[in-house]
Nanobody, 127 residues
Framework: VMLVESGGGLVQAGGSLRLSCAASGFTFDDYAIGWFRQAPGKEREGVSCIYYGTQIITYYADSVKGRFTMSSDNTKNTVYLQMSKLKPEDTAVYYC????????????????????WGQGTQVTVSS
């Protein structure tokens, strides 16, 4: 399993960015694939996740609902995170991660216990 993120950068508050995560070595069936972020001095947190089970279910952290949209293109084995109305507090290194046979949430909250991770891409939102 290999995951490669791209699309990070510097943007002003209120702006938009689209992150991409190119996946290889697996297909999405029965996987959970998520976007996570880690700001300096803070723990890594879940941002969004898609569970590719018998039903495809997308989850979002409360802090990004209505602003971020996660999607995928199975023909390209790529997932995306469209981020809009960005805020300075969205500044972080963003990672994608994947794992087989796991759900996106534990006790209703996005978890970070994924086995495969990308290298991350920096997103900086200036005020």
């Amino acid at each position: 399993v290999m995951l490669v993120e791209s699309g990070g950068g510097l943007v002003q508050a209120g702006g938009s960015l689209r992150l991409s995560c190119a996946a290889s070595g697996f297909t999405f069936d029965d996987y959970a694939i998520g976007w996570f972020r880690q700001a300096p001095g803070k723990e890594r947190e879940g941002v969004s996740c898609i569970y590719y089970g018998t039903q495809i279910i997308t989850y979002y952290a409360d802090s990004v609902k209505g602003r971020f949209t996660m999607s995928s293109d199975n023909t390209k084995n790529t997932v995306y995170l469209q981020m809009s109305k960005l805020k300075p507090e969205d500044t972080a290194v963003y990672y994608c991660a994947a794992d087989a046979g796991v759900y996106c949430t534990i006790l209703g909250k996005l978890h970070t216990e994924f086995s495969s991770w990308g290298q991350g891409t920096q997103v900086t939102v200036s005020s």
